[in-house]
């Protein structure tokens, strides 16, 4: 199976688990969880649970309590996006070609929207716990207990303002007050609003599946080089980027006099920095010495990308 | 000790246990810390800490790991009360005699203050497998964290899309999209906004002092007869009340055409009801035969106020 079939066929699983764990909407309650269908279901690609689930595999997890996590991941991610969009931050009215959530429901829904894929997310990995084998013993059930409650642990640490919220503070912080963007801010941005939901992907899965700390710990660093080579090509792109093949209006960041890497250090020292961390990331797969070659292929793919 | 004397004695405890889990404002992330201790250091009676910590008490619980419970619960109240503020939503400008979050500090940063809050309540609120005591040996050690495990679930379902959230929701949407306020939406309103984290604050006290699943049942309707009351009871006092007493304008919900418990059921009723769900609140904490003296005088001070 070539590459771009398999991504396809673990996306696709990825939105079938993810359907599972997402509410009906009914009750008084349902303009809320309409919202968050609506979200939902507006066709991401699923990267965070399909780089989770593939670790997992990678490490030999066996058991359905990976589940919740996928679902989880996704929706941290989809309450970032919708809280992202809202007029009080980027006041965006587009998202993967449809309207964004609070331009269908309004602000106050679509606050409460992300508010309750937040909450939704630990309540949601939280069902792990009931999805543990029972056929391990006593002491078997409790290591993998163990296990989940380290998974929630670093999830909700990578989500929280030690991690995506960080990175997200610290950019709207910069926007709204009109603050420099220096070298050290931007790289903490990017390290954070994006880098840090890619690690928790890679760390979950591989703490869920029982890796060794030292495995963790190397995943925990490719999935920042992952991070910050697919924030710099993204603000190379905006530079270099073939529109039709993007699908989106190229030079939009210097027209609206953004800082990005590429304004910070250059075109040739951004396109080198991007190339020495996605080769890092892929070299931090290869140490482990397992059968990381899908991984690899998914990592380049975001790094190295055209589009 | 007298009641008022106790009260005092308990809310320092919790704002002292506060103080310790809420992080201090530096790096680039900055800014939403500064907003995040804003509005937990606006002076709050912590009341929801203090219930909890009463109950526990109360089945003799012992050790550190109710504080994050304690902390977690507060965080959760006040990012309720950031995004409740908003201009999306209620758009007030006071609270506790001081302005709001997003008059401070601008709505993109409140709105991330207030998802800081809500993932901070649980990064928190999962320290307390931290503080297990380890003199218990193995089996009692994972007693405790099943406690906690059962903790986290009640305090995120009640926090959640069927609980506050579902309450926020509906009033919400039913004010957004001018839906009429029936009887059976008001009480969903009242059962879920206000309640759902009362019974919470009493429910994850139990548990985690080990209180066996029918009392833990007892306590969850204690909380929903002391929320309902307390709402009725604020509905009441907008009509009855002293404006000297209660630091605010009578009237109001009249004025701004609001329905409430009042207008929908008369002012007879409302308070024959407010009074029956408050006996009856006391009556099923009685039928525990425990030593539930404060927590009487506690819901009493609630349901029964003048101001």
């Given at each position: 199976m070539g590459f771009s079939e398999e991504l396809s066929k673990k996306a696709a699983f990825a939105e079938e688990v993810l359907k599972k764990y997402t509410p009906s909407p009914?009750?008084?309650?349902?303009?809320?969880?309409?919202?968050?269908?609506?979200?939902?279901?507006?066709?991401?690609?699923?990267?965070?649970?399909?780089?989770?689930?593939?670790?997992?595999?990678?490490?030999?997890?066996?058991?359905?309590?990976?589940?919740?996590f996928m679902a989880a991941i996704e929706f941290i991610h989809n309450y970032s996006l919708i809280h992202d969009d809202l007029p009080a931050m980027d006041n965006d009215m587009y998202r993967r070609g449809k309207k964004t959530t609070h331009v269908v429901y309004g602000d106050g829904i679509a606050t409460l929207a992300g508010d309750c894929l937040l909450n939704l997310s630990f309540e949601t990995a939280m069902k792990a716990f009931d999805l543990i084998p029972g056929d391990n013993g006593e002491t078997g059930r409790?290591?993998?207990?163990?296990?989940?409650?380290?998974?929630?642990?670093?999830?909700?640490?990578?989500?929280?303002?030690?991690?995506?919220?960080?990175?997200q503070s610290a950019d709207v912080d910069a926007e709204k007050r009109g603050l420099e963007m220096?070298?050290?801010?931007?790289?903490?941005?990017?390290?954070?609003?994006?880098?840090?939901?890619?690690?928790?992907?890679?760390?979950?899965?591989?703490?869920?599946?029982?890796?060794?700390?030292?495995?963790?710990?190397?995943?925990?660093?490719?999935?920042?080089?992952?991070?910050?080579?697919?924030?710099?090509?993204?603000d190379i792109l905006d530079v270099t980027g073939d529109e039709e093949k993007l699908g989106?209006?190229?030079?939009?960041?210097?027209?609206?006099?953004?800082?990005?890497?590429?304004?910070?250090?250059?075109?040739?020292?951004?396109?080198?920095d991007?190339?020495?961390?996605?080769?890092?990331?892929?070299?931090?797969?290869?140490?482990?010495?397992?059968?990381?070659e899908f991984l690899k292929d998914l990592i380049s793919s975001l790094t190295d990308r055209e589009s």
């Open positions: 009914s009750g008084f309650e349902g303009r809320v969880l309409e919202a968050v269908e609506y979200s939902v279901s507006a066709g991401g690609k699923h990267l965070r649970p399909v780089i989770m689930k593939a670790v997992f595999d990678m490490y030999g997890g066996e058991g359905e309590y990976i589940e919740p409790n290591a993998l207990k163990d296990r989940v409650i380290k998974a929630l642990r670093i999830l909700f640490d990578k989500a929280g303002i030690n991690g995506m919220l960080g990175g220096d070298k050290d801010r931007l790289m903490y941005i990017h390290e954070n609003k994006t880098a840090a939901l890619i690690e928790a992907a890679l760390m979950t899965g591989a703490v869920l599946a029982g890796a060794p700390d030292g495995d963790v710990k190397v995943l925990e660093e490719t999935g920042s080089d992952t991070g910050i080579a697919f924030q710099i090509k993204d989106k209006h190229v030079g939009s960041d210097s027209e609206n006099g953004k800082v990005t890497y590429v304004t910070l250090f250059g075109l040739e020292k951004a396109e080198e991007q190339r020495k961390l996605s080769l890092s990331a892929v070299n931090r797969l290869t140490s482990l010495n397992k059968d990381s």
